[in-house]
Structure formats: C-alpha cells, structure tokens
C-alpha cells in the first residue's frame, strides 16, 4: 500500500472509533432504553415467623450501547416492609442516581422476614421494586409465603408432654427428650430442625401419624427454600441414648438428616428399644437407620438414598419385615456403600469389641443401581458371641454369595421393577410395576396392611414395603 493511502485509511478510521467511543461514554436517554432481569419475580417457599430466611439476589442488566442512569430502584413497601434490599452493596430501602456501564450490570439483594401474626396457615406477603429509568418504570415482583410456628431453642422436654397440630414445629440448637419423659406428636404435626439441632431422646418418643401426607408426621430441615430443601444432612438426626425406651414411630417421614435414626444401646426391658412402623426415611447422608448394639423392629419401611440406608454394627437384636431398602447414585449422593450392613463388632482403638448379635429380615428388598456397589448385602462377624442372621423371602442384589447366615426363597440379582426412576428429575417411586418377580413372592406375616395403609392378602403378600393393588 501507498504512504498515501496508509495515511487516508488512519485518517477515516479514527472519526469511527472516535464515534464509537463517545457513545459508549454517553448516557443513553431515550424511552426506548432496555434494562433486563435475571428474574421477574423472586419467590421465598415458606419462611417462618420471626425467623427470618436466606438472601436472593436478581440482576438488573444494562443491555444498551450506552451508559445509563437508574433515576431511582425502590422498594415499595418501604422501611415497613417484609423484605429489605440491598442494592450492590448499600442499604436501601431506596437509592437513586445510580449508573450503569453499557452492557454491565448491579445486583439487587432481597431478604425477607415475616413477622408473627394470628394464622395458624401459611399466608402469602408481597411486595415489589420499582426500577425507573428515562421515564421508564420496571418491577420486580416480591412473595414469600410466612407461617407462624411453635419455636423451641435448646429446649428440655420433661414429664409426659403432647404437641399440637396446629403450628409446626422449628427446634434451634437441639430439643432433648429427658430420662423418664414421654412426648407424643400426633397425626399431622410438622417438625423443622436446624442445622446445629439433634433430637435427643433419652426418655421415650411416641410418634402418632396416619397415613395420608396431611395426617403423617414430618421431621426435615428448615431451610424450605430452593436448593437447601432437598439437601442431605440439612440437620443432624432422631438419636435413641442408651436410658431411652418404649420409643414407637408410626407414619414418620424422617428427610435429609444427616443420620435418620440411630439407636444407641440394648433394650432395658423386654420390648424393642424402637419400633419403626410404616416410616419413609429418606436422603440421609450418612445412615438412613443405625443401630449399635440396640434393639430395633421395623416393618413396612422405606429406606431410600441414603449414604449408608441400614447400618447394624456391634451386635443387638433386629426384626425387619417388608422393608425396602434402595439407593440410586444421583447429584446429591453417590451410592457407594451397601444398602444393608450388619456385623457383631465395633472396632475401639486398636482392639476389637464384639456382641450378640440376633437378625432378621423377611419379606424384604435390598436394592441398588446407578453406583459401585457390586454386593446389596454385607454380613460379618468376629468372635464367638451368638451370631444368627436370618433372611427369609427377600430379594436382593448380591454377586457374591454370603456366607455365615442361614437364607431361604431369595431371589436374587433380579431387577424388582421399581414404578419409576428418574435420577436426573431426582424423582423415585419404589412400587411395584407389573410383572415384577417380588409380587406373590412374601410368606404370610401378622401385617395387614403396606406404606400406604393399602391391604395386604392373608395369603402370599408382594415383597418390599409396598403391595401391589390390581
């Protein structure tokens, strides 16, 4: 190219970048000026009076050429408001004057925190913020569903003592069940624990649910908003101490502990330590139901996902009846340990300590896919103390055949056709399709009736917690 020519091109060249750069430091002013949100509508699932709940956050996004100027972001409720916003780090509840760089953006952080009122039912807030700009206004809607609620922090439970179904329950920093006292929950109760809150029973616990999802007792963690509500080990678990007796679940849905159930020591009488009846314990991170050296009777139980879903150690006395126990690797645990363990020791230091051990399973599935688990059921002993573990009717995912246990009609390594497993949509339904090999497949037992309160025959009942209704 010609010196000449090289000269006309710098010379063109610069009133266009000269033009360019001047209009990305101007201000756009006309109403036709675009603002964008990463949302329309920031939505709080139930937040309990007084408790106050997580922060949310939306994007206000400048998509223009041009800098703009925000004239005023305001929440309209003002200081009285439910919700309080932060916008990119200054308090409001109003800010004005504020700029924005072309195509870049600030963020607007809302919390919420509903104050206690009359309602025993959860009610909805709302609330919006108003972004004007060049004449333009835009909103933000704001709702959050509040509910009052029974709060118990720290709290000691002595003497006989029965909760209500008309508030939930919300239990910070722990609730303990004194040596001696007895609590009822009845059919309906709600129970939300917090991260830092175990549920201690050194007396007994007498849980009353019925069937229907309205009428069952609910133990879960607090945080209700997306994603923590589905998160394992949101709060730490039901533990049974060693002075704890007579303990009866029924209808219990026990979710996303850190461990479900843990019983800790024998019976001190001749009845079970704990009896697990029609129970759903699910996503626990560690183990869906533990025993050590304890006394447990469950039947017509669900132990799905879990970490560890049944872990038996150091001996005890255990009867469960059409249970089923699955885990699918999913985004929130991967399935890596057996879905049933039981052993007579404990390991203690550098020294092994063993114990009687007494278990049996009938009627039952122990079930697992998607992991590295090649063996459904593991079974071990050390020692010469009683050791007698029984399986009768179960189907069961096992390459290795077990040894040390007496079994009869199991069926194994045969796929029992769960109704629907979708790990992706994290959305699991443990009955029976049709031509399952667990239907018909049980011996006649005392239980009439399955999870779902439907009955069972007098004659050859399905396997599994479950029975297949025709």
Sequence with gaps: MKPMNKLLLVILSFPVIFILSCRKDSFITGKDALIHFSVDT??????????GSVTEAVKIINNNNQKLRLSDIRLMGGSGSYFAINIDGSPGPEQDGLELEANDSLYLFVAVSIKPGSSNLPFIVQDSIQVSFNGNQKYIQLQAWGQNAHFLRNETIRGNTIWDNTLPYVILGGLQVDTNALLTIPRGCRIYLHSDAPFLVDGTLQVS??????????FQGDRLDEPYREYPGSWPGIYFRNTSINNNLQFAVIKNAYQGVVAEGPSLNAAPKLILNQCFIDNSYDAGILGAQS????SNCLISNCGKNILLGYGGNYQFTQCTAASFSNTLITHTFPVLSVSNYVLQGNTTATADLTANFINCIFWGNNGSVDNEVLVSQQGSNLFSVNFSNCLWKVQTPLTGITSSNIIANNDPLFDSINVSRNYYDFHLKAGSPAINKGISTSLTQDLDGNPRPSGLPDLGCYERQD
């Design 42 to 51: 920031l939505f709080f699932d139930t937040v309990f009076t007084s408790s």
């Design 209 to 218: 649910g019925d069937k229907y999802d309205s009428t069952k007792v609910y």
């Design 295 to 298: 006394s447990i009777q469950a």
